[in-house]
């Protein structure tokens, strides 16, 4: 229903400050991907590694714009007159929703393909030699025993961060339309 000017300022502060916490996750989970697997692994020759690296920085962007969004519900809350404001608030949350699902849609076509080729790809850097004396030795650029658990544990926890964010886009998004 409608809110009074009170409960809305209140509305926006909460879920302007929800925002701003889940973007700031979402971003540094994005990042850890990133740092730690994907910028060995990306080969604009390989699909499926290109793919994980557009996922991902997709997931950046939308972190980005989901802190964006909640900054501008702060403010919204705070000085509800501005119609620049509001109109600010309401593209900034139609961008974070849209980001955030293209997100969700990323990821999961990140995870299958992962599961898919059972972390295949995410191997690839790494050179296996077998030596007749000693064991299978490994030249990797990062430690590859647990890369695909790691990878896909990131993964999901980007999938459930994104998806709160574009629960609270939503939410901010009707709010705004409700005070335009």
């Known amino acids: 229903g409608h809110l009074d000017p009170g409960s809305?300022?209140?509305?926006?502060?909460?879920?302007?400050?929800?925002?701003?916490?889940?973007?700031?996750?979402?971003?540094?989970?994005?990042?850890?991907?990133?740092?730690?697997?994907?910028?060995?692994?990306?080969?604009?020759?390989?699909?499926?590694?290109?793919?994980?690296?557009?996922?991902?920085?997709?997931?950046?962007?939308?972190?980005?714009?989901?802190?964006?969004?909640?900054?501008?519900?702060?403010?919204?809350?705070?000085?509800?007159?501005?119609?620049?404001?509001?109109?600010?608030?309401?593209?900034?949350?139609a961008s974070s929703s849209l980001g955030c699902l293209s997100c969700l849609l990323g990821l999961a076509v990140s995870i299958g393909l992962t599961l898919g080729t059972q972390g295949r790809v995410l191997l690839a850097p790494c050179t296996f030699a077998n030596v007749a004396l000693a064991p299978v030795s490994r030249e990797c650029p990062f430690d590859p025993t647990r890369v695909y658990s790691s990878t896909l544990s990131l993964w999901a926890i980007s999938l459930l961060l994104d998806s709160m964010e574009m629960v609270f886009s939503i939410r901010c998004l009707l709010i705004t339309i409700d005070l335009l």
Do not use: E
């Not at 990042?31 to 020759?45: A, C, D, K, M, S």
């Not at 969004?69 to 949350?93: D, E, H, N, Q």
């Open 8 to 93: 809305r300022q209140r509305v926006l502060m909460k879920t302007g400050l929800i925002l701003l916490i889940i973007g700031h996750l979402s971003f540094i989970t994005g990042t850890l991907v990133h740092g730690t697997v994907l910028r060995f692994v990306v080969n604009p020759q390989d699909a499926i590694s290109l793919q994980y690296a557009i996922a991902n920085a997709a997931s950046v962007i939308s972190a980005l714009l989901t802190i964006s969004c909640g900054i501008a519900a702060l403010m919204l809350s705070r000085y509800l007159a501005p119609a620049a404001l509001k109109w600010t608030v309401f593209t900034l949350s």
